[in-house]
């Protein structure tokens, strides 16, 4: 059959067609390719394969290829090592970074291009032998000619060894150029990146073993494994050095374009598979192994946040992020810092609190006045301490937000560090202060001030408040200040103390609030009944010029901390009658006719201490000390017992005194609040009423008094003070008093808490009801446990629990 | 040009029966490209010319992908196949711009266009063979796969002539799924002393490859009790690529 003739016939004279197509494949190594005839070479391995000389013509492309890398492309390769390529950068045997870098490139440009000249031919080839890919390959598991073919490149090339003494291999010195082409570009130097890239994709294109397993890919089994190694080893001496020579801030900013460089590097030089694991290494070496030397660095978190360096506290609260979820060590330098700026200013409060009683022991002759300058220093003190914490918590406010991103953690952090300070033992005066400063404001800081800055001052106070862990305590001292300004008058705005009271209820709810919303109903009502008593007296008929007017305010008792008004809270109960001037009497008597017919069976108790009055006096024509001769009028405004001690004066001739044991005797009023009153009336300068005789400082039982005919004020309303009448930081003993009396309604309040528990679950393990009655007082106190345990003694001893007998625990029975 | 582009070609050449996946050229963006994408190809010994569209021998043939798209001679000169006989061509060249091949009957196969330039009619038999091994040779997956299931389809499949399975044996690899159906049908339709002289002779040529394959399948046959009655599974030489097609082949 003629149209076979040349095809047919089973004898292949292979020898001759190989023999034309490895010429072929030398001309195609040499780049002589646009001659030759794709058919014919195609044919040609066709035909072999066919006749199942497949695997032949397999083995022997492998063999050229072989023969040809080993022949003709190693020679070049070899000719590339220079010196100054084999050089290490350790050895410095009188090559230059320049030098090197120029050889490294040489030889990465020599490997690169015999690399792709491989690729492009056994492309070729790979086209030409497809039917053998096709069929002899798949037929017999073979990698495909192009894939072997690369494998060669692997092992005749890149795995044999150099000309250098070690014998490293070319492979080896491949990621020793690229090493020290990365490092001369940490250092500051332009290399090729390109360059490079292409090298690594080669490396990204080879395999360890012939299996084609994707994790021995040669850049990640040989290369990047050197890779990490050497950057950590770099890294790890550059953050020493570092430490050692810059400061934190400058060590943050290094770290973080160190991070980004080598985010970089990955993109521009190497794989970004490589990304991740680089960061790793970056971030192990230059943050978290070194995390808290740099924190506790001189230049560190203490220096940043004392020099308000927002920005360099962002930078370490990124790397801190970065290395670690919880940022403990920025934390812990920013919790200590929190904790020491705010004993700071807990020890300056302290201090300034303390200092006056050596200058009011040292300086002899003047107590009194220096006693209420102290007293009025330390009112200054806490106020300041409140503002000092306020000032501290805007600090870290602002740092957190700018700084912190608002982070959850680290607001939790900044809170507790906040009440630690405001609540340490060595430190119980918080809850005083922070009442204190919003007396402060509400008597005079308010003043003038915009609805919506009053608002925020609010906002201050309420949240120290928060901090605070004895609400009680708080409540107490609240109580106490708000009384004095209610019944002295010295609150600027009603609207403002209401403002605060709705506030605290918000924050602290509605049983904190309940008291103090019951002394302002105290106040309507007494106002209300001042107005009905006026408008009782009008209508009795004859209009008496000389009438004096009352103001009055029925306190209820258990509201009101009556017993701090007067200073003398031991003196309560047996607080003896006043004796007041028959005028004063009859009105006295007048409202309680009054005050009866509206509220009988209730009992009015007078607290002259607590009152004042206004006083017209005469004083007659005598000569004064300026010369001037006529008579003078002035308006008085003095307390209660000051305006019964004027009252008796009035009653006697003139010229004639009445010694203070006299005074006591007419009226008498308790021996300290008549000390202080004639104080007032005889010894101070401006409010020199009386005469006293012998004229010292000090109010003794024997002094004489006389009216001060020659009285000159320069003013017509004169306000005679009295001593100690405003809200002032508490004396040692005051404190003790009011924490006595706090620990007593604790102890009262602690027993309800264990009778409502104890009700409610019949039977309870000691341990238990512990817990139970610590976490119902949370939101008002933090109880001691030996108080708890003495209320549950107490308890039992009268009859409403009893120890169960027997049980494995400490356990509690409630008795119906 | 970097080494990541090349990588990128190579990927390309070398996976590129797998790209058959995106579908072939446009009819109307091809006529566009103008003379530019015809080819000449000489075909058979008598050089025939024919001017076929590159866009569309490139997107079916590895071979023709390859011959054109490297920096060979014939990017420049055309190709020249001499060794292919015009008749076979021609089927080739009709399937390349319809997608169809002639019909069911044999009548619609030895009605080709100049079927005797070769010298002897060609029966339809010998002519789809021939196709199958073009297909085979030239890489045209498409071409061989539709090829595989002409030959395959024939229910009323007659023993195959000598001539063919001789030229089959000669132009297949020896794993080539039709060298086994030709065997199985000889060997299921093979009648003792019904051969015609000529017949006869052409069976002495059979290479040592097939006699050894129907050695091997009547063995098979007489172990299994296959006769004359059983019929062959056609999946059987289907080369399915999975479970899933042989079965919806079935039906």
Known sequence: ????????????????????????????????????????????????????????????????????????????????????????????????????????????????????????????????????????????????????????????????????????????????????????ERGGDVIDKHLIKSCVYMLEGLHEDDQESEELRLYTASFEVEYL????????????????????????????????????????????????????????????????????????????????????????????????????????????????MGTDANNAAIAASQAPATTADAGEKGKSPAQEKNINMQTVAAIRWVEDVLHLKDKFEKIWRDSFQSDNLLQTALT???????????????????????????????????????????????????????????????????????????????????QMISKM???????????????????????????????????????????????????????????????????????????FPTAIDKIKRGFEKYYNQKHSGRQLTWLANMGSADIKAVFPRVPSKDGSFKERRHDLNVST????????????????????????????????????????????????????????????PSDRFSFNEGFNGKFVKIKVGVVSSGNK???????????????????????????????????????????????????????????????????????????ID?????SYRYLA | MTSTEKTKDIFATEYSESCIASPPPLFSDVVRKGLEDIIVILVGPNKVQYHVHGSFLVYHSGFFRNAFNGNWRESEDGITLLDVETVVFNIFVNWLYTMKLPGPNNYDWTTQPDPRIMGEAHKADMLQIKLYVFADRFMIPALRLAMNRIITADTTYTRPCANVMIFAFDNLRAEDVILQFLVDSHCLKWRHGLQSEHETRLLDQLSQDCLTKIMKRFGFMLAEGITRHSSLKMCDYHEHISDVERLACCK
Request: proline share 3%.
């Open chain 1, 229 to 340: 190694e050497t950057s950590r080893v770099f890294y790890r001496q550059e953050a020493e050095l570092l430490l050692r020579e810059s400061d934190a801030g400058g060590y943050c900013k290094h770290a973080r374009r160190r991070i980004y460089e080598e985010e970089e590097r990955c993109k521009s030089t190497l794989l970004e598979a490589t990304s991740a694991k680089i960061q790793k290494v970056v971030e192990d070496e230059l943050i978290k192994n070194r995390i808290h030397e740099l924190v506790e660095m001189e230049s560190g978190v203490r220096f940043m946040i004392d020099n308000e360096r927002l920005e360099e506290l962002n930078l370490i609260y990124d790397l801190n992020t970065r290395v670690d979820d919880k940022k403990t060590e920025l934390t812990r330098a920013i919790q200590k810092r929190i904790v020491d």
């Open chain 1, 505 to 579: 209820k918000i924050e602290l709810g509605n049983n904190f609030t309940l008291k103090l919303e019951a002394m302002f109903k105290d106040m309507t009502i007494s106002e209300e009944l001042t107005s009905g008593f006026k408008h009782h007296v009008d209508g009795l008929g004859e209009k008496d010029p000389k009438r004096i007017e009352l103001t009055i305010n029925v306190l209820t008792s258990m509201t009101w901390p009556l017993e701090t008004m007067g200073g003398t809270g031991d003196e309560e109960g047996k607080r003896p009658k006043c004796n």
């Open chain 1, 1 to 184: 059959m003629p149209i076979h003739q040349g095809l047919h016939g089973d004898e292949v004279d292979f020898e001759n067609i190989w023999g034309a197509i490895a010429s072929a494949f030398r001309e195609i190594h040499t780049k002589n390719a646009s001659r030759l005839s794709y058919e014919e070479l195609y044919r040609f391995a066709y035909r072999i394969v066919l006749k199942k000389k497949g695997e032949d013509l397999y083995l022997r492309v492998r063999q050229f290829e072989h023969e040809w890398l080993s022949n003709e492309v190693r020679g070049s390769i070899q000719a590339l090592f220079s010196p100054n390529v084999l050089a290490s950068p350790q050895s410095l045997g009188g090559t230059t970074t320049n030098e090197r870098r120029v050889a490294g490139e040489k030889f990465m440009k020599g490997l690169k291009q015999a690399w792709g000249d491989h690729q492009v031919c056994m492309s070729m080839l790979a086209d030409v032998l497809m039917y053998m890919d096709r069929v002899y390959c798949q037929d017999n598991r073979r990698p495909s000619i192009y894939t072997a073919a690369m494998m060669l490149f692997r092992d005749d090339i890149l795995k044999t060894p150099t000309s250098d003494v070690e014998g490293r291999l070319v492979l080896d010195l491949l990621t020793h150029v690229i090493l020290d082409q990365i490092q001369m």
């Open chain 1, 641 to 700: 017992y000051g305006m019964v001690i004027l009252l008796l004066f009035n009653d006697l001739p003139a010229g004639q005194h009445l010694t203070f044991e006299e005074i006591q005797a007419q009226t008498n009023i308790p021996h300290s609040d008549l000390i202080r009153n004639l104080q007032s009336l005889a010894v101070a300068p401006k409010t020199r009423i009386l005469i006293k005789e012998p004229m010292t400082k000090d109010v003794k």
């Open chain 1, 416 to 498: 507790r560090s906040f009440a630690d300070f405001i609540n340490s033992p060595t430190f119980p005066r918080s809850s005083e202060y922070i009442s204190l400063f919003i007396d402060e404001n509400m008597k005079k800081g308010i003043k003038g001030k915009t609805e919506m800055e009053i608002d925020s001052v609010l906002e201050k106070a309420i949240v120290l408040l928060r901090y605070i862990q004895d609400k009680d305590l708080f409540e107490r001292y609240y109580k106490k200040h708000l009384c004095r300004r209610l019944l002295m008058n010295k609150s600027i705005s009603n609207e403002v103390e209401k």
């Open chain 1, 806 to 810: 027997g049980a494995s625990l400490d």
């Open chain 1, 729 to 803: 930081v508490e004396s040692d003993r005051e404190r003790r008093e009011t924490e006595k009396k706090n620990d007593d309604s604790r102890a009262f309040c602690i027993e309800a808490a264990i009778v409502r528990i104890m009700k409610q679950r019949k039977e309870l393990p000691h341990q238990q009801l512990v817990l139970e009655t610590l976490s119902q007082l949370a939101t008002q106190f933090k109880p001691e446990v030996n108080m708890i345990k003495k209320r549950i003694e107490s308890l039992i001893e009268r009859e409403y629990l009893e120890r």
